[in-house]
């Protein structure tokens, strides 16, 4: 057996017989770059724990996805004996495209997606599809085994079982994130009892279509749980105001080297300027995959001293953790910018105000989302998958599934709370003299 120790499941074990498909996976140059990509982008500038990677998560999907199966495979009780032969069959399709599920999560996470207009799920289909040394490794294993792990990862394949394993309200990749997010960033409110959520776990059909859920009688607790958790990490780590903060500044930083360059007063690396002008993933590949947080840091600690005062500016302020300030709103919006306009220009502060002194935070703009809590849709997702993947759905003993929220006043509380946010952030000496008069 290969074992790993891990901090949120201890050991983590594959069989290096059965297993050595997931073992030559976590081998190849594309898997070993997660280790240089955190898990939660700038958070650790707010909780100085948070610097887990994408490596650590995708170990702990793939061991989630073998307790979940482990558990449901288990299943006697009429359809879902259907299913449970269905996920034997398919175990090492689950597992692949479980430990793959992130692997083109690119350099700062979500935070750089705003940026490029490009999602992480796009390049991890690039790289499962494309010349890569994954791709290699999968048809190896079987041809034609490649896209049968990118439809599992794109909700298309005909398993829908193996499919809502991976991506429902129920499923392991979720599970873990909380689950880690929580232990790293030391927010306890994120914790749920996974044990008795794996022991209650169901597997059956509603309205037609497989669904994940929870026993209705054992789980209606950890079903209640596990959603506060989420509503509670949401709030307070992935929407924190100063996670944000850096995340807005990296997003101008990177606008600013590009305005840079198309006026020809600097030449951006040649691997950046691709990904930061692509119309797609298409030809600059292996570009991409040369792009870590580490280089993009690299970059960033260059530019401190870059002869361009707006590009020096953010540049040294996301170094030194000098970051822009939030203010609440509401504030009479037209007035607050000519106020802050006065100041800025009262301090001498260079960069024009609307693009990089007056920085506006909305829903539209956050890279974390949580479909079922904002009760919100995922855009691009076709209506089948949209209602599949907003339900969290309980068995009684009948088999006859209902969702949590009709079930739970809790939840159903919860869920009529809309997860919104609305801030503008400005440099803090702004900040001071429009709270105090006094410069800062």
Do not use: C
């Not at 079987?142 to 398993?159: K, L, Y």
């Not at 739970?408 to 709370?417: A, Y």
């Amino acid at each position: 057996m290969k074992t790993f120790r891990d901090p949120v499941h201890n050991i983590i074990q594959f069989d290096k017989v059965e297993e050595r498909l997931l073992l030559d996976l976590i081998d190849a140059p594309e898997f070993q770059r997660l280790h240089h990509i955190k898990q939660l982008g700038f958070s650790f500038l707010t909780y100085p724990g948070a610097e887990h990677t994408r490596f650590s998560h995708s170990l702990g999907v793939v061991h989630l996805m073998k307790r979940f199966l482990d558990k449901i495979i288990q299943e006697t009780r009429g359809e879902a004996r259907r299913y449970a032969e269905e996920l034997k069959e398919r175990r090492l399709l689950a597992l692949a495209a479980a430990l793959l599920h992130d692997i083109g999560h690119g350099p700062f996470s979500h935070a750089l997606e705003k940026t490029t207009n490009l999602r992480h799920e796009h390049w991890t289909i690039a790289i499962i599809l494309g010349n890569t040394t994954i791709h290699q490794i999968l048809e190896t294993y079987r041809t034609g085994f490649a896209q049968e792990v990118a439809d599992v990862i794109q909700r298309t394949h005909s398993s829908r079982a193996v499919v809502k394993l991976l991506s429902s309200q129920l499923d392991v990749d979720r599970m873990d994130y909380l689950l880690r997010d929580a232990q790293m960033t030391g927010a306890g409110y994120g914790r749920f009892d996974l044990e008795w959520l794996i022991h209650t776990l169901r597997i059956g059909e509603m309205d037609g279509e497989v669904q994940v859920g929870l026993d209705r009688e054992k789980g209606l607790s950890i079903a209640e749980d596990f959603i506060m958790a989420r509503y509670y990490m949401f709030v307070h780590v992935y929407l924190h105001k100063t996670t944000r903060s850096a995340e807005l500044m990296i997003d101008k930083i990177f606008e600013r080297a590009v305005e840079l360059e198309k006026k020809g007063e600097m030449v951006l690396p040649e691997e950046l300027s691709k990904l930061l002008n692509q119309k797609g993933t298409s030809g600059i590949l292996p570009q991409y995959l040369s792009l870590t947080d580490y280089t993009l840091w690299y970059y960033i600690s260059q530019w401190r001293k870059h002869e361009d005062p707006i590009l020096r500016d953010l540049s040294r302020r996301i170094l030194d953790r000098d970051l822009y300030k939030s203010i609440s709103i509401p504030y009479d919006m037209p007035t607050l910018f000519q106020r802050v306009k006065e100041i800025a220009s009262k301090l001498n502060l260079s960069p024009p105000m609307d693009k990089y002194l007056f920085l506006r935070d909305e829903a539209s703009g956050i890279p974390y989302k949580d479909p079922y809590l904002s009760q919100s849709t995922v855009t691009g997702e076709k209506e089948s998958e949209r209602e599949a993947s907003e339900r969290v759905i309980l068995f009684d003993e009948a088999g006859r599934g209902e969702e949590l929220s009709e079930i739970s006043d809790l939840v159903r509380l919860i869920r009529s709370k809309r997860l919104s946010i609305q801030r503008i952030y400005v440099p803090k000496e702004i900040k001071v003299e429009l709270l105090t008069g006094k410069e800062g």
